[in-house]
Nanobody
Framework: QVQLVERGGGLVQAGGSLRLSCEASGVPLRMYAMGWFRQAPGKEREFAASISWSGGDRYYAGSVKGRFTITRDNAKNTVYLQMNSLKPEDTAVYYC????????????????WGQGTQVTVSS
């Protein structure tokens, strides 16, 4: 059983930066592809970024490409989301997810989810 714990959310002004982390326990993280998703109030959950098992392949949503960077440190069992040039529309609860077989943009492809961390960007 994989347990995921996100950290690093908070309140930041527009243009600022945050780094989210997602630490896994229960199994070696290298066995899973990882994704970051987000859900804003009143909206459906949406894909933000994903990374393959080794970290060699990464995908980003168009809305975050060039501003967000997903990385992983399998030795630390942790995946990160560096968020720069934040905008008010980035305000959401951010979730990390682990996928045994896929790192697609579809949340249904992931097997385990964290509880989420709130990111609020003020204008």
């Amino acid at each position: 059983q994989v347990q995921l714990v996100e950290r690093g959310g908070g309140l930041v002004q527009a243009g600022g930066s945050l780094r989210l982390s997602c630490e896994a326990s229960g199994v070696p993280l290298r066995m899973y592809a990882m994704g970051w998703f987000r859900q804003a109030p009143g909206k459906e959950r949406e894909f933000a970024a994903s990374i393959s098992w080794s970290g060699g392949d990464r995908y980003y949503a168009g809305s975050v490409k060039g501003r967000f960077t997903i990385t992983r440190d399998n030795a630390k069992n942790t995946v990160y989301l560096q968020m720069n040039s934040l905008k008010p529309e980035d305000t959401a609860v951010y979730y990390c997810a682990a996928g045994k077989y896929s790192y697609s943009r579809s949340g249904s492809e992931y097997d385990y989810w964290g509880q989420g961390t709130q990111v609020t960007v003020s204008s």
